[in-house]
């Protein structure tokens, strides 16, 4: 696309008329959009659908006659053969297209948008710049409205009958941007079924949306949006809670279209011989969750059911952990190394700085005047070169920067663009591809601390960015080449917890070959997990733990260790030492890393709802242990009563506790199952069984079980009368009291941790509000800990069914594997360093470290670092009374250089 001068040729000779202008993917043609930097004039693209080239292998006319070469095909095919042990089906989705069964008329109408349309109305190198108007007038609308289950929960479309598990939560992210983009007081509304925010932290989001941000949710299947004559609004009209009928006129409408596989993913999984479920995703099980039905062929992310983005990087790396289970004997021997160029030395010679101001297609460029901070940057003192890029971190701007280090002979680099927490490292590289020490190099937020927060105010959002700039490039002149500690690896694993998650990833830690101690505070492995008589599909619970468990204490590989308490643990990534006790005894273990799958517990919400003065309440887990112990009194139910989110969704628990719902349903099939007359009824806030699981939901409602929604702000109560249970509360349809007698109720409680795990403190970790431990990234890192070497997995991260927890647990082995496997690893080099001669011994490094990284030496009694623990953060440098502490790479010549340019006219 770089070569294409937007000349018309290839659109003007092709009999097809198969080139079309770029439109920043709007349009609603069916054709691959190539993304392109905003600033560019219309380019164009090849519609692959209806090319005759590349359906049938002969025209090429556009090829041709292009005066550029912008457009060149492979003549032909070459058939590759590969030998490979295993293959990963990773192939994701596709959204919905509205126009196949277009209710709402999409194809007629251009401010109806689908939510992919949308986030790229609102993208800053979308078709307007990050700037939110409607497409048809290109004015800002006040008013916007999203519709849910779009091609989801929809049997009358297809094979579109389940929930897409992410369209919730996006809805509620895209109405918040929407609000944080306009600039008059956004209206928003979001018309939906039933809210599924069930992930980690979803509930504060959408909660979030709506009680700060004043984004309304109304529960209203809407099933037409009329256009309102010619000012391009829509009418929507719906009942509300109160039962009124109401209308609204919306000036865009967004489509959350649902996810499914693509025609081609089902073709290649039939070709493969893999089973397909109905919805042609790929089918799997409960215990074996990234498997397919072919051996050595597994899968991941949307193939195998509709995700989001963690869940998906989570399957990625569960996949990978089975295939280096199966493959381990062959590890590193078709292993190719990169070759970096040799680290130039640049000591002693004048700095000669690079500076890459990052215009981040509109997202800095539409608020700092970009060109205008690449001129002022040129004249500052070391700096040889300066450059604007559109987006500094695409693959052909590393490539580009690299090359000009080398031509340019730059040995600083100062790059100002986004946050170098997630940017730092890709241009880290980009230096070493290029020759010089990667500590040369320094980071300017110019988009999070300058157009972000001053987009009302372009000018001083670019004069903040000149200071930023200037001040970072004064430390670059006097920053010095650093190296990188090796860690030499232990080669061995610890697993905390003997639940599932911590059978499974021990399992796995076994199967390549490591050894493993799996600690147990209790007296048999298995954890919640025995008290669960079945999956969501009906699979067997308690057979899958008894054979795991097993098989756990017949492998070689792993030492078991039950009634086991952890009291102390000291060490480091590749060095852990933790002491553990058993029967008054204690042992030392050594190993290189720890997975944490302590797992959580379930909410007894003692004094509510009669539960622990009525024996005919019970929690939805005991229920699961009388269905496993068969308990024959559980036939003479003649009527049961679920209670959905006890304990959840309030503000003393504000998670959605995310398994609940189906175990309710799978629970009432199952007294269903044992006496068909049973009256069953679930009250529910929400009702949250999420993918695939929606068929269970179905399956419920057709074998009679009864579902209720009812009004949470006027309550819900359980009494005695007359000796027999009451259940109170107020129908939210029918906005009437009413009242139920069951022989059983069952509450559907809250999955909890403590708040103040041990854990937590001995391994240097972070537990939320919740107590749940804080995952290093969301989505970039979802089974890592921000302590090296340390990873999670299971109920202790967030709550999570069976499945997801054995894929959690899988990933957690495989990312621990990537540092066993390596046997050493480099560390930061921006790490504290103390000078024993200033040093006076008062300990107050080594009190206020968070991560116990000082500590006195035993030979001369003063602190020093150890450097595998220190992440960097100078807290002992800035509370050092001495001066004795400095920071590598942030020494104190260096801020004082940014301070006084901060200060100089």
Not at 631 to 654: H, M, T, Y
Request: hydrophobic residues 35%; aromatic residues 8%; neutral net charge.
């Amino acid at each position: 696309m770089d070569k294409c001068i937007a000349c018309g040729l290839c659109a003007e000779k092709c009999p097809k008329k198969v080139p079309n202008e770029y439109d920043g993917g709007l349009s609603k043609r069916k054709a691959v959009y190539v993304q392109y930097a905003q600033a560019v004039p219309l380019k164009y693209v090849i519609d692959p659908v209806n090319c005759i080239k590349l359906t049938k292998g002969k025209c090429g006319i556009c090829e041709k006659k292009c005066p550029t070469g912008a457009i060149n095909y492979e003549d032909e095919k070459k058939d590759i053969t590969l030998n490979v042990g295993a293959v990963v089906l990773s192939q994701g989705s596709e959204t919905f297209d509205p126009s196949v069964h277009d209710t709402f008329g999409y194809n007629k109408y251009s401010n109806i948008v689908t939510s992919l349309e949308f986030e790229r109305i609102l993208s800053a190198s979308g078709p307007y710049g990050g700037h939110l108007v409607r497409p048809s007038d290109k004015k800002e609308p006040e008013k916007i409205a999203w519709l849910q289950c779009i091609g989801s929960r929809d049997e009358h479309i297809g094979a579109r009958g389940y929930c897409s598990a992410v369209c919730c939560t996006y809805a509620v992210k895209e109405a918040m941007l929407a609000k944080e983009h306009s600039k008059s007081g956004l209206d928003t509304a979001v018309f939906y079924i039933d809210i599924r925010t069930n992930g980690k932290d979803f509930e504060k989001y959408y909660n979030r949306a709506k009680d700060e941000l004043g984004v309304r949710f109304i529960k209203s299947k809407v099933t037409g949006i009329p256009p309102v004559e010619e000012t391009g609004k829509h009418l929507i009209r719906y009942i509300d809670e109160s039962g009124k009928r109401c209308e609204e006129e919306f000036d865009m409408v967004v489509l959350s279209a649902g996810l499914g596989t693509t025609r081609q993913s089902a073709e290649l999984g039939k070709k493969l011989g893999i089973e397909l479920n109905h919805y042609s995703f790929a089918e799997t099980g409960s215990f074996a969750p990234v498997t397919s039905s072919v051996p050595g062929i597994y899968v991941c992310g949307a193939f195998q059911a509709p995700k989001d983005i963690p869940s998906s990087v989570i399957d990625s790396s569960a996949a990978a952990g089975v295939v280096g289970s199966r493959l381990s004997d062959s590890r590193w021997s078709q292993t190719k190394k990169k070759q970096l160029p040799e680290e130039k030395n640049v000591a002693g010679d004048p700095p000669r700085i690079g500076v890459f101001v990052c215009c981040c297609g509109t997202n800095i460029a539409g608020v700092v005047n970009v060109p205008e901070v690449v001129e002022f940057v040129k004249d500052l003192p070391f700096v040889a070169y300066a450059e604007q890029n559109m987006f500094s971190c695409a693959q052909d701007t590393q490539d580009k920067m690299a090359k000009v280090i080398q031509e340019q002979d730059l040995n600083r680099i100062v790059v100002a663009a986004c946050t170098p927490k997630t940017h730092e490292p890709l241009f880290q590289e980009t230096l070493q591809n290029a020759g010089i020490n990667k500590y040369l190099f320094e980071m300017v937020n110019i988009r999070n601390q300058c157009s972000w927060v001053h987009k009302q105010n372009p000018e001083k959002a670019t004069e903040k960015a000149k200071d930023l700039i200037k001040m970072s490039v004064a430390k670059a002149a006097g920053i010095e080449p650093l190296k990188e500690p090796i860690l030499q690896i232990h080669q061995r694993a610890m697993v905390i917890g003997g639940g599932v998650g911590g059978m499974t990833a021990a399992e796995n830690l076994a199967l390549q070959g490591y050894e493993v101690d799996l600690v147990e505070r209790e007296d048999a492995l298995g954890g919640n997990a025995r008290f669960v008589h079945k999956t969501w599909r009906g699979e067997d619970v308690q057979k899958f733990v008894s054979q795991t468990a097993e098989k756990i204490e017949d492998t070689q590989n792993i030492t078991v260790h039950l009634n086991s308490d952890i009291k102390n643990v000291d060490g480091f990534v590749g060095d852990f030492k933790t002491t553990i006790e058993k029967n008054g005894r204690e042992e030392t273990l050594e190993h290189g890393v720890a997975v944490i799958a302590s797992g959580a517990s379930e909410y007894k919400p003692e004094g509510l709802y009669l539960y622990g003065d009525d024996s005919r309440v019970i929690t939805g887990l005991e229920l699961q242990k009388r269905f496993v112990e068969k308990d024959e009194s559980l036939k003479k139910v003649n009527s049961a009563v679920f209670i959905q989110c006890v304990g959840s969704r309030i503000p003393e628990r504000p998670y959605c506790s995310k398994l609940c719902c189906t175990q309710s349903i799978k629970s009432a099939l199952e007294f269903k199952r044992l006496k068909p007359e049973t009256d069953v009824f679930i009250i529910y806030r929400d009702m949250r069984p999420y993918g695939l699981r929606e068929d269970l939901y179905r399956q419920a409602r057709a074998e009679g079980i009864k579902f209720i929604k009812y009004d949470f702000d006027k309550g819900l109560d359980v009494d005695k009368e007359n000796g027999d249970l009451k259940v109170s509360f107020t129908d939210f349809v029918l906005r009437r009291q009413m009242t139920i007698n069951p022989d059983l109720v069952v509450l559907a409680s809250a999955i909890v941790r403590e708040k103040d795990d041990p854990l937590a403190r001995f391994f240097k970790v972070t537990q939320n509000d919740d107590g749940f431990y804080v995952e290093a990234h969301m989505k970039l890192r979802p089974v890592d800990f921000a302590t090296d070497g340390v990873f999670l997995c299971g109920l202790a991260h967030a709550p999570k069914p069976l499945d997801e927890s054995i894929a959690q647990a899988q990933a957690a082995a495989a990312r621990a594997v990537t540092l066993l496997s390596a046997k050493s690893i480099p560390v930061s080099g921006t790490v504290a360093q103390v000078n024993p001669s200033l040093c006076a011994s008062c300990g107050v490094c080594v009190s206020i470290c968070p991560y116990s990284a000082p500590r006195f030496s035993e030979k001369t009694g003063k602190a020093e670092i150890e450097s595998a623990l220190c992440k960097g953060c100078g807290l002992c440098v800035a509370s050092c009374r001495s001066g004795a502490i400095e920071l590598k790479g942030f020494g104190e010549g260096q801020i004082m250089s940014m301070i006084d340019a901060s200060m100089a006219n």
